[in-house]
């Protein structure tokens, strides 16, 4: 009896779960459910045909305790193999035919790049390509970029379109951009927007989404100057609007430097040579003369989403994953 009813059972499995995979395309919680029902039904077709052979041998729950589990796990990775080759495919024809996901995240210094960032690439899965990190990175590795760069970027100039154009040039064409990407501080010129749909257009591709940060300049030198860093994350804290856990103020109310380090590693964090009020004038100078020209440019294609940034940190974000999504 107890075998006709597994064999029901294993039947309808079977049958439910071979139409679901045919139907179930990328979707992994699909690719999970019906490698678990095939397993399921695996293993007690097994234990069926095991429990057939012995025709008139007595049953034993042991022996076909094993069976079940035997078939199942054969079953199970068997499944697993076809569904696992499915995605592949699935995940080929879809880097092969569907445009990157190309998100530009646009704003004057400190109005919350480099904290929402994070915020996007943990959502989305696209890495956040930070031409001003890049740039910082080359400073440190002393290579001919950073040479040229060092001085410009600590007086809070720009550093030349060609430069910055080649870095990114290259970065998107890296495998972890075959999904798309998050531009942070980059394009920073009508030029460099302008050279950026092209490269884009040469594939079909075209910039999905401008998320542009609009706070009042007035806010972003303290903002600015009570920033600090921790280099290997580039997680942003503040001393008064984001602390780290282990900041200590010193008689005056200032933090001390020693006590500043990530909450996450402990690592000390840092604070970047052009984040003082001075270089701030130079930095929102060329952002409105250089850089707040490009919305102009990709606002009647209807990508530009304006983010109200004067807020606190999670109100900002619960906007910008709304942002994200079509609708
Ligand atoms: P880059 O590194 O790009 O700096 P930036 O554009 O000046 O932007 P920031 O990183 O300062 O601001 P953010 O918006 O990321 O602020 P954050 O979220 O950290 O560029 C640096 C330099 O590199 C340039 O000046 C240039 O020389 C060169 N460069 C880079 N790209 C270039 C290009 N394409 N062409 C030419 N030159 C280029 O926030 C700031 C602080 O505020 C943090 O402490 C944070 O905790 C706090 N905060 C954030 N949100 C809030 C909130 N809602 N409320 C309160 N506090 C908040």
Not at 93 to 99: G, I, T
Not at 145 to 174: P, Y
Not at 202 to 223: I, N, Y
Request: proline share 4%; charged share 25%; net charge positive.
């Amino acid at each position: 009896m107890w075998q006709q009813g597994a064999r029901r059972i294993a039947s309808r499995f079977g049958q439910r779960f071979s139409s679901a995979s045919s139907t179930a395309g990328s979707n992994r919680h699909a690719a999970a459910t019906v490698a678990t029902a095939s397993a399921v039904s695996g293993g007690l077709w097994f234990a069926t045909r095991q429990q057939d052979s012995k025709v008139a041998c007595d049953v034993d729950p042991v022996a076909i305790g094993a069976a079940t589990l035997g078939g199942a796990l054969l079953g199970a990775g068997a499944s697993w193999k076809l569904m696992s080759g499915k995605l592949e495919a699935e995940k080929d024809r879809h880097s092969k035919y569907w445009p990157r996901k190309i998100i530009m995240l646009f704003g004057a210094p400190g109005t919350g790049k480099g904290t929402q960032g994070p915020k996007i690439v943990d959502e989305l899965g696209l890495p956040q390509l930070s031409t001003g990190d890049m740039l910082r990175d080359a400073v440190a590795a002393g290579t001919p970029v950073g040479k040229k760069a060092k001085a410009v970027m600590e007086s809070g100039g720009l550093v030349s379109d060609d430069i910055v154009i080649g870095i990114i040039a290259d970065r998107i064409t890296n495998a972890d951009c075959s999904e798309g990407f998050i531009l942070d501080g980059f394009p920073r010129t009508v030029q460099q927007a302008e050279e950026l749909d092209k490269m884009l257009a040469a594939k079909g591709e075209c910039v999905s989404l401008v998320m542009a940060f609009e706070v009042p300049d007035a806010v972003l030198e303290e903002r600015i100057c009570g920033r600090w860093l921790h280099k290997g994350s580039g997680r942003s804290y503040h001393v008064k609007f984001a602390p780290p856990k282990s900041m200590k103020l010193d008689s005056d109310g200032k933090p001390v430097p020693a006590t500043m380090k990530d909450d996450e590693t402990g690592e000390a964090l840092m604070q970047r040579a052009d984040d003082t009020a001075e270089a701030l004038v130079k930095r929102l100078k060329g952002y409105h003369s250089q850089t707040t020209p490009i919305l102009d440019r990709y606002r009647p294609k209807g990508v530009v989403k304006i983010i109200d940034g004067n807020r606190g940190i999670k109100e900002v974000s619960a906007d910008v994953m709304k942002g994200l999504s079509s609708n």
